[in-house]
C-alpha cells in the first residue's frame, strides 16, 4: 500500500481538497487491483529509460485506474494498451524521443507560415496531462503562444498481431473567434479543411511509426460515455467524420478503422477550374509528409525490434 500512496502523491496535488479526494480514489482502486497495478510498476521498473519516463509522466498510473480512452474500458485494458503504448515506442525510438515526449516537451513536427497577424503555425508530438483522459500521446496544431488549433489524442497497441494506431479523441479551437480562425487557415491551406488537416498528419505519423492500422472511438466509443456529464455533447460527431473519411465500422461499435493514407482525388475527378488549387493543397501536404518523415527517422533506434 506504501507504492500506490507514494505513487498517488507524484500525481496529485494534496493541498486542493478535489485532489485529495482523487488521490483517495486511486489508492482505493489500486488496492481492489493489487496485483494488477504490482506488475504495471514491475514494466516500469524493468528498465533506466522506462522509469525515467514513468518519473516524468506519472499519469500512466492514474490513467489505468480511471475510467479512461474509451466506453466501458476495463482496468486490464487500460494497463494492457499503456504497456503496449510503451513498449512499442521505446523499441522503435531512442532514449532522446521518449524522454522529450513524456518529459513534457513537444516534438516540432513541422511548420507552416499562416498570416502576418497569425504568425506561424506548427505541428508537434506531445503528452500533456489535460490529454490524459484520452490517450497517451498527441498530434497537435498550435499557433505562437502555444495556443492549441486542432489536436487528435492516441495511443499505439496492438490488435490481434498488427500494431495499431487508436484516437482516442479529435479536438478543435477553444477560443472566441474559433470560427474565423479555422476559415482562415483552411484558407491558408488551399480550401483544405483544418479537421482534416489533422487527420493527415495524424495518419502521417502512424505510417513513419510503422504501424500498420488506425482505429479511432465512435461516438458511442467516446470515453465520456462513461460519465454523468451534462456537456459531454460532441461538438463534431466522431462517427459521420471517420466515415467521411473513409473510415468503416468495426464489429465493435465503438471503434472505426481508419485508412492509413487519404485518397485523393484524380484529376480527372477534379473540376477544372479547381486543379491549380488542388496541386498547391496537395505539394502542400506531400510537404507536410515529408517533414513528419524526416523529424521521426531522426529518433530512430538504429537496431529496433518492431
Known amino acids: 500500500m506504501s507504492n500506490f500512496i507514494e505513487l498517488g502523491k507524484k500525481i496529485y496535488d494534496l493541498n486542493n481538497p478535489r485532489e485529495a479526494h482523487r488521490f483517495a480514489v486511486f489508492v482505493a482502486r489500486c488496492l481492489l487491483h493489487p496485483q494488477r497495478m504490482s506488475r504495471l510498476e514491475k514494466f516500469f521498473a524493468q528498465s533506466e529509460l522506462l522509469r525515467q519516463v514513468a518519473a516524468g509522466y506519472p499519469f500512466v498510473y492514474e490513467q489505468a485506474t480511471r475510467a479512461f480512452f474509451y466506453y466501458r474500458s476495463t482496468f486490464e485494458e487500460r ?20 524522454l522529450k515526449l513524456y518529459g ?38 498550435n499557433l505562437p503562444g502555444e495556443v492549441p488549433v486542432y489536436q487528435i489524442l492516441f495511443w499505439i497497441a496492438r490488435h490481434d498481431d498488427d500494431w495499431s494506431m487508436w484516437i482516442g ?54 470515453y465520456a460515455n462513461n460519465h454523468l456529464r451534462r456537456d459531454r455533447k ?42 491549380a488549387q488542388y496541386r498547391r493543397r496537395f505539394k502542400l501536404l506531400d510537404e507536410l509528409d515529408a517533414a513528419i518523415a524526416e523529424t521521426l527517422r531522426g529518433f530512430e533506434r538504429a537496431n529496433r525490434d518492431i
Open 79 to 98: 494497463a494492457r494498451l499503456i504497456e503496449d503504448n510503451m513498449r512499442f515506442l521505446s523499441a522503435r525510438f531512442n532514449d532522446d524521443f521518449m
Open 234 to 275: 460532441l461538438k463534431t460527431s466522431f462517427s459521420d467524420f471517420w466515415a467521411e473519411a473513409g473510415g468503416i465500422p468495426t464489429d465493435d461499435a465503438r471503434f472505426y478503422e481508419l485508412p492509413l493514407t487519404e485518397i485523393r482525388k484524380t484529376v480527372d475527378e477534379i473540376p477544372s477550374h479547381k486543379r
Open 169 to 222: 479523441a479529435m479536438q478543435g479551437p477553444n477560443v472566441d473567434d474559433a470560427k474565423d480562425l479555422v476559415k482562415r487557415i483552411t484558407k491558408r491551406c488551399h480550401a483544405y479543411r483544418t479537421k482534416n488537416l489533422i487527420l493527415y498528419a495524424a495518419q502521417a505519423v502512424a505510417r513513419s511509426f510503422g504501424v500498420t492500422k488506425i482505429f479511432a472511438v465512435t461516438n458511442e466509443g467516446y
Open 104 to 141: 513534457d516537451k513537444k516534438i516540432e513536427l513541422w511548420r507552416m507560415t499562416l498570416d502576418d497577424t497569425l504568425g506561424d503555425m506548427n505541428l508537434v508530438l506531445c503528452a500533456e496531462s489535460g490529454q490524459r483522459k484520452e490517450g497517451l500521446a498527441a498530434v497537435m496544431f
